[in-house]
């Protein structure tokens, strides 16, 4: 499988021409208002410390923000944004109390899960904004939510003789959760009210939760549309009722469940040394087997040893967005949000995607001295190099380079192209 084509350098009689790999970065100033925090307790700048985490380093460190003279809660940091200028960026800033992270809730655009920037052409600061966009101190509204169990009780996932239907929410820092009780007049409607702290107006995220005797089964993707992973709701000025709705939106029972298969591609985590396919396991995990790691193997492609797949027969209704990720060797999870698709009325068959969605080598660079060009690039056990002369002629493994991480060649006249290929 030929993975990651990089064109790296043209060269001829005249000297060596770099291409370009990638787009440069463009420094970007994050500004965040920590005051309502500190005005809750929920932030002592003496003691905590406030990051910025996002896609720019996958989800990784992120980088601690700094106190401004502007301010005693203003707080900024600047961040190199890579990528073509327009790509999105998603991040949240999150509180570190001596190791325990409190990240914000649902803070993008219209309750979205994440806060996004499109990286610009050059340096930019983007607008102060608050701490889980709370601009002032909050009041307590009692809020009662309510949430029909009956087709989980008709499929077998909910046994109310043994089993307590929860909420959990930013409302308590997606804690020990809310036991809500059947209402009196309807068996299959369970209620319950929470004192809900925070501004009228402001956008709060929660989910139901069935316990069973101590395993927590979580919805899935139940936000507008299903793009969102969480449902929200509105805080009003006073008492408010939310709406019934179904757990997991299944209104209808969906009898055996729809046959999907997925598919997902090890060949670049093989490449760079991460997965070994004599002794390494994939499984899938999702809320169609309450996100287990080992209730769901794949197996090996009978056209592809480096795709792996599954067939899983999901209960839910068609058009239900689905919610689920791939799992390497029992614990490593893919990073960033959940995968989703939508379910179909009969059976399907998913595209086949890239674990952790790293469909590529990396890139290659070159650096000249004299008649000399060294190419470098991210080695790995099975990442060779490869060249051509002519792009319309096959491509072939330069010698020695396999498990390299760099090869020198002297520049000669006519042209010379580069590309990284795996297993």
């Known amino acids: 499988m030929k993975l990651g084509i990089r064109m790296s350098a043209i060269w001829s009689g005249l000297g060596l021409v770099l291409a370009t790999v990638s787009a440069a970065a463009a420094p970007v100033t994050f500004q965040l208002n920590m005051e309502v925090q500190v005005t809750l307790g929920n932030f002592d700048p003496a003691s905590d410390t406030v990051e910025l985490r996002g896609s720019f380093d996958g989800w990784g460190a992120g980088i601690t923000l700094e106190q401004i003279p502007a301010g005693p809660a203003l707080y900024q940091g600047t961040v190199e944004l890579g990528g073509a200028p327009g790509s999105a960026v998603q991040y949240k800033f999150v509180i570190n109390r001596a190791g325990t992270l409190v990240w914000e809730g649902n803070v993008g655009p219209g309750g979205a899960q994440n806060r996004t920037v499109n990286v610009p052409d050059s340096a930019q600061a983007l607008p102060v904004v608050y701490f889980n966009n709370q601009t002032s101190a909050p009041t307590t509204i009692a809020v009662t939510f309510q949430v029909n169990m009956e087709i989980q009780k008709e499929i077998g996932n909910f046994d109310p003789a043994t089993h307590v239907v929860e909420v959990h929410g930013e409302f308590d820092n997606w804690g020990a959760g809310v036991a809500l009780s059947a209402t009196a007049t309807n068996a299959n409607i369970y209620a319950g009210t929470v004192e809900v702290s925070g501004s009228p107006g402001a956008t709060s995220a929660y989910k139901f939760v069935i316990n069973k005797e101590g395993t927590l089964v979580w919805e899935g993707n139940v936000g507008p549309g299903g793009a969102s992973g969480n449902r929200t709701f509105t805080l009003a000025e006073s008492a408010q009722t939310l709406p019934v709705v179904y757990f997991n939106n299944l209104e ?83 990073g960033g949000d959940n995968r989703t698709f939508t379910l179909a009325s009969s059976a399907q068959t998913l595209p086949v995607v890239f674990f952790n969605r790293l469909d590529n080598l990396g890139a290659l660079t070159i650096t000249l001295d004299g008649d000399q060009a060294t190419v470098s690039w991210t080695a790995g056990p099975y990442v060779r190099l490869q060249s051509t002369a002519d792009l319309a002629s096959p491509w072939a493994d330069v010698p020695d380079s396999l498990g390299q991480s760099s090869m020198t060649f002297t520049v000669e006249k006519g042209p010379k192209f580069f590309r990284l290929a795996g297993p």
């Open 252 to 334: 209808t029972n969906p009898g055996a469940g729809i046959p999907v298969t997925f598919q997902v591609s090890m060949a670049v985590q093989t490449a760079l040394g991460n997965f070994d396919p004599a002794s390494g396991a994939v499984a899938l995990a999702g809320q169609f087997n309450d996100w287990s790691t080992t209730d769901t193997p794949m197996t090996n492609s009978p056209t592809d040893t480096n795709v792996y797949l599954v067939t899983v027969k999901v209960k839910a209704s068609p058009g239900a967005s689905i919610p689920y990720k791939f799992v390497m060797n029992g614990s490593t999870w893919e």
